[in-house]
Nanobody
Framework: QVQLVESGGGLVQAGGSLRLSCAAS????????MGWYRQAPGKQRELVAT???????NYADSVKGRFIISRDSAQNTVYLQMNSLKPEDTAVYYC????????????????WGQGTQVTVSS
């Protein structure tokens, strides 16, 4: 079965950087769409970044120019490089996979990791 395991979260000062990793089992990047989502306390889960099987990327306006999503097929891992972090980036970050792009972010018909906490101090 599909398994997504996130790592790399932690506490960082504003302006700093972190790189999140999502180790994916039974996922083929040339077939599956991948994404990163986040949920801050008291807020709804929101899109951060996605990458299609063809390699096209999409970012939330709030992270454009600061975050980069990438993947390594040899390692079967998706990354989220987060630079110039702000306190408002504080959230639990989730890795998401889906058979087709439009199913990313859905609770059904997509796969989720357990999440990794990112805390940015001011």
């Amino acid at each position: 079965q599909v398994q997504l395991v996130e790592s790399g979260g932690g506490l960082v000062q504003a302006g700093g950087s972190l790189r999140l990793s999502c180790a994916a089992s039974r996922i083929i990047f040339s077939i599956h769409a991948m994404g990163w989502y986040r949920q801050a306390p008291g807020k709804q889960r929101e899109l951060v970044a996605t990458i299609t099987p063809g390699g096209s990327t999409n970012y939330a306006d709030s992270v454009k120019g600061r975050f980069i999503i990438s993947r390594d097929s040899a390692q079967n891992t998706v990354y989220l490089q987060m630079n110039s972090l702000k306190p408002e980036d504080t959230a639990v970050y989730y890795c998401n996979a889906a058979d087709i792009v439009r199913e990313l972010g859905r609770n059904d018909n997509s796969y989720w990791g357990q999440g990794t906490q990112v805390t940015v101090s001011s």
